[in-house]
């Protein structure tokens, strides 16, 4: 007979799941778990769309692909192989991905990334001007490949372009009231939320400096915040796929939480911005023409360095996202 997982281990695996990084820390997924049967189900949490910087559901996805994959991280490190399937419902577009897990003692790669988990911060600060080596580009690159999508570490020029990008795309944002107000709804606040992102990880506010660092505060006071000087050349790198459906965007998701793991491990810090992958005419623009196809579409936007460390933001309890389906008892 074939042994499927505990509750338990399921359980503590969506904890892990949970960890990953999302837009607005929104958070926008559930899980399901069929424990008769052992599979898994990840469902896009509609009550966290954000129809006007997420219109097309893009980022929802992006979030539950870096879910997915940390789940796939736990359950490897507890010995377990998830099998997943992407979109198995065409009829149902809300159910994301299936998975369904058999034990294995050969996962050592993915399993190693385990210890990541829990460390791994988005990061609004100031990165100091130490040079990150090409070895460490090179395996974030790879982590990248082996989900399926491309990391493009961009060139000064690209950089120089990139930023008038995301500048346009911070006017564009501080013109329009609902996209604020939308903003608002998932920041702000203490240490007591459970969800979005609370003014202590809103990090300085920028005094100068070039780094692509969206400002949450959105020109309201902070108490207690200070500012501070940031990097003048950020280390800018571009995560794509090459296409651009539902499916690459979990594609994407599974490949930007393998990087950023690694990432983690390998000592940097990291920050996400999608401000600008947000507008579809300003997200083309980030497209690099001679980029392999890989990076055809980009996804995110990703600030690497070394920084200092940062507290973790808040997550909803897994009993807000987990539901356990029981076998049914005989009548």
Same mark, same amino acid.
Request: glycine share 6%; charged share 25%; aromatic share 6%.
């Given at each position: 007979?074939?042994?499927? $997982?505990?509750?338990?281990?399921?359980?503590? !695996?969506?904890?892990?799941?949970?960890?990953?990084?999302?837009?607005?820390?929104? @958070?926008? !997924?559930?899980f399901?778990?069929?424990s008769?049967?052992?599979t898994?189900?990840l469902?896009?949490?509609?009550?966290?769309?954000?129809?006007?910087?997420?219109?097309?559901?893009?980022?929802?996805? &992006?979030?539950?692909?870096?879910?997915?994959?940390?789940?796939?991280?736990?359950?490897a490190?507890?010995? !377990?192989?998830?099998?997943?399937?992407?979109?198995?419902?065409?009829?149902?577009a /809300?159910?994301?991905?299936?998975?369904?897990?058999?034990?294995?003692?050969?996962?050592?790669?993915?399993?190693?990334?385990?210890?990541?988990?829990?460390?791994?911060r988005?990061?609004?600060?100031?990165?100091?001007?130490?040079?990150?080596?090409?070895?460490?580009?090179?395996?974030? =690159?790879?982590?990248?490949?082996?989900?399926?999508a491309?990391?493009?570490?961009?060139?000064?020029? @690209?950089v120089?372009?990139?930023l008038?990008?995301?500048? %346009?795309?911070?006017?564009?944002?501080?013109?329009?009231?609902?996209?604020?107000? /939308?903003?608002?709804?998932?920041?702000?606040?203490?240490? #007591?939320?459970? /969800?979005?992102?609370?003014?202590?990880?809103?990090?300085?506010?920028?005094?100068?400096?070039?780094?692509?660092?969206?400002?949450?505060?959105?020109?309201?006071?902070?108490?207690?915040?200070?500012?501070?000087?940031? #990097?003048?050349?950020?280390?800018?790198?571009?995560?794509?796929?090459?296409?651009?459906?539902? =499916?690459d965007?979990?594609?994407?998701g599974?490949?930007?939480?393998?990087?950023?793991?690694?990432?983690?491990?390998?000592g940097?810090?990291?920050?996400?911005n999608?401000?600008?992958?947000?507008?579809?005419?300003?997200?083309?623009?980030?497209?690099?023409?001679?980029?392999?196809?890989?990076?055809?579409? $980009? =996804?995110?936007?990703?600030?690497?360095?070394?920084?200092?460390?940062?507290p973790?933001? $808040?997550?909803?309890?897994?009993?807000?996202?987990? %539901? &356990?389906?029981?076998?049914? =008892?005989?009548?």
């Open positions: 007979m074939t042994r499927h $997982p505990e509750v338990a281990a399921v359980t503590a !695996w969506v904890r892990d799941a949970t960890m990953a990084p999302s837009m607005h820390n929104a @958070q926008p !997924w559930r399901r778990y069929a008769a049967v052992g898994l189900d469902r896009m949490d509609t009550a966290r769309y954000m129809p006007e910087t997420d219109p097309t559901t893009r980022g929802m996805h &992006i979030s539950c692909g870096a879910a997915l994959f940390n789940l796939r991280v736990a359950a490190h507890a010995g !377990w192989a998830a099998d997943v399937r992407l979109l198995p419902d065409p009829a149902d /809300e159910l994301l991905a299936t998975a369904v897990f058999a034990e294995s003692d050969g996962l050592g790669a993915t399993a190693g990334l385990y210890p990541a988990i829990t460390r791994r988005s990061s609004r600060h100031p990165f100091t001007d130490e040079a990150i080596p090409d070895a460490v580009l090179d395996r974030l =690159q790879g982590a990248a490949r082996s989900e399926g491309g990391m493009a570490v961009l060139s000064e020029w @690209q120089d372009a990139v008038d990008v995301v500048k %346009e795309a911070e006017e564009d944002e501080s013109l329009s009231p609902a996209v604020r107000r /939308e903003i608002a709804r998932w920041t702000g606040g203490g240490a #007591e939320v459970s /969800e979005g992102i609370p003014d202590y990880a809103f990090g300085p506010a920028r005094h100068d400096g070039r780094a692509p660092v969206r400002d949450f505060a959105m020109g309201r006071p902070v108490p207690g915040r200070e500012s501070a000087v940031f #990097e003048q050349s950020p280390r800018l790198v571009v995560l794509g796929t090459s296409d651009d459906r539902p =499916q965007w979990l594609l994407a599974q490949a930007l939480e393998r990087l950023l793991l690694q990432a983690t491990l390998d940097l810090s990291t920050s996400l999608s401000q600008a992958i947000e507008r579809a005419e300003l997200r083309w623009l980030l497209r690099d023409p001679v980029s392999p196809s890989l990076t055809a579409f $980009p =996804q995110m936007l990703l600030r690497l360095g070394y920084g200092p460390p940062v973790p933001t $808040p997550r909803r309890a897994v009993s807000d996202v987990l %539901e &356990i389906e029981q076998p049914s =008892q005989p009548g």
